[in-house]
């Protein structure tokens, strides 16, 4: 079976710093990889994703991942963050065995202060 | 550009009553799913379906039913609403996965809150 661990549930970070968010996965076939993002009351919209290639991922807002095989990881990076950013960012896996299915982390909160 | 679309946006229900959600998707996607979502426990699937006329159980199936008569729709049904379903669900819909296709994100709808009292 597949799991997502996300290893914060909540990160609070100062306007303009760096933030991490950490993901790591474990599963016996090869997944495809995911980061969502949620706004309050709002539905899930896609960051960026991993298929194959290339391990690090550039998605959208100045967010990047990296695809880490050996630790089952797929951490999400911002080199400097926005108030705007304040929102649950949800780690995902996609595997395909018999069927299909996309598991995904409880979610990490970012909380950007000024 | 309507993507996904769910209704009711927001329900109450009493403990005992059935209701039935609706997701319609306009990107021609073969795949649908519905999931729970609730504090600390980030999003979980219920049920998913990969292409019309097909559904199959997800992590947390039961007290649930769901139907894809339609490939554009996918139904979730409360046969007897219990207070332990109170939460938010999510429909979203995705292309099928295939390595050759890069579109492989799932596409959200808004959410129904649905509270069982």
């Known amino acids: 079976a597949q799991s997502v661990t996300q290893l914060d549930s909540q990160v609070p970070v100062f306007e303009e710093a760096p933030v991490e968010l950490r993901c790591n996965y474990s599963?016996?076939?090869?997944?495809?990889l995911f980061w969502y993002v949620q706004y309050p009351n709002q539905g899930l919209q896609l960051l960026l994703k991993y298929l194959s290639g290339s391990t690090l991922v550039k998605g959208i807002n100045g967010f990047e991942a990296e695809f880490n095989k050996s630790q089952t990881s797929f951490h999400l990076r911002k080199p400097s963050v926005h108030i705007s950013d304040t929102a649950e960012y949800f780690c995902a896996v996609s595997v395909r065995t018999g069927g299909f299915k996309t598991i995904f982390g409880a979610g990490t909160r970012l909380f950007v202060k000024a | 550009n309507a993507g996904v679309t769910q209704t009711p946006k927001f329900r109450v229900l009493k403990t005992g009553q059935s209701m039935t959600l609706l997701c319609a998707q306009d990107?021609?996607?073969?795949?649908m799913y519905w999931y729970r979502q609730d504090p600390g426990m980030g999003l979980r699937l219920i049920h998913y379906s990969v292409g019309e006329g097909t559904t199959a159980k997800g992590e947390v199936p039961d007290g649930y039913n769901v139907s894809r008569l339609k490939k554009q729709n996918f139904l979730l049904g409360l046969e007897s609403a219990a207070p332990s379903q109170t939460s938010v669900y999510f429909c979203?819909?995705?292309?099928?996965?295939?390595?050759?296709?890069?579109?492989?994100?799932?596409?959200f709808g808004q959410g129904t809150r649905l509270t069982v009292v």
């Open positions: 979203a819909s995705s292309y099928e996965l295939d390595r050759q296709n890069t579109n492989t994100e799932a596409f």
């Open positions: 599963s016996s076939v090869s997944v495809y």
């Open positions: 990107m021609n996607h073969e795949y």
